[in-house]
T-cell receptor
Framework: EPEVTQTPSHQVTQMGQEVILRCVPISNHLYFYWYRQILGQKVEFLVSFYNNEISEKSEIFDDQFSVERPDGSNFTLKIRSTKLEDSAMYFC????????????FGPGTRLTVL | RKEVEQDPGPFNVPEGATVAFNCTYSNSASQSFFWYRQDCRKEPKLLMSVYSSGNEDGRFTAQLNRASQYISLLIRDSKLSDSATYLCVVNYRTGRRALTFGSGTRLQVQP
């Protein structure tokens, strides 16, 4: 069964450093998403991406964040200058199309900012 | 008011019990509704979509009441493997595809 993959599974970084989280969505999917989950809190939407541009973003997704699809398979989330409060699980998701389509989540990257 | 509200639990039930989770959502324009399951430190996984007419998948039954903006999940004959956090998830109308998650209800099924 096709699945969304994410690397690395755990990233430790120093405050102020840049990190890039990588995702490989399911191959025939068209919409891509990043969500985050701070430990003990709910899953929160960050950004959606379609046709090589951001289609929607939340208030969390400020200028420190950017997304890119550098090639036909990868989808990346970059945090330019990490803060302590960026420590969280970051989940990538993808869906074929349509509002009601199931979003398939990757296993997540645990980001720890020291 | 929270967009999607759930009782955090935990619900501690014996194997074989029937357990019900409730969820309310604040935006009456919400279009799609789901229950996801999340195991500790894992990704959310779709359990089932929720349709206006109600739907069932094996031991799981989901109901939607649009007038009351209320969603429910019933689990019959609980198994140890059902222990997880159950997330109520809503997708709003107007072209927005972002999912809005509740904080989840934790279920612990005990032998």
């Amino acid at each position: 069964e096709p699945e969304v993959t994410q690397t690395p599974s755990h990233q430790v970084t120093q405050m102020g450093q840049e990190v890039i989280l990588r995702c490989v969505p399911i191959s025939n999917h068209l919409y891509f998403y990043w969500y985050r989950q701070i430990l003990g809190q709910k899953v929160e939407f960050l950004v959606s991406f379609y046709n090589n541009e951001i289609s929607e973003k939340s208030e969390i997704f400020d200028d420190q964040f950017s997304v890119e699809r550098p090639d036909g398979s990868n989808f990346t989330l970059k945090i330019r200058s990490t803060k302590l409060e960026d420590s969280a699980m970051y989940f990538c998701a993808s869906t074929v199309a349509g509002l009601a389509d199931t979003q398939y989540f990757g296993p997540g990257t645990r980001l720890t900012v020291l | 008011r929270k967009e999607v509200e759930q009782d955090p639990g935990p619900f501690n039930v014996p194997e074989g019990a029937t357990v019900a989770f409730n969820c309310t959502y604040s935006n009456s324009a919400s279009q799609s509704f789901f229950w996801y399951r999340q195991d500790c430190r894992k990704e959310p996984k779709l359990l089932m979509s929720v349709y206006s007419s109600g739907n069932e998948d094996g031991r799981f039954t989901a109901q939607l009441n649009r007038a009351s903006q209320y969603i429910s999940l019933l689990i019959r004959d609980s198994k140890l493997s059902d222990s997880a956090t159950y997330l109520c998830v809503v997708n709003y109308r107007t072209g927005r595809r972002a999912l809005t998650f509740g904080s989840g209800t934790r279920l612990q099924v005990q032998p």
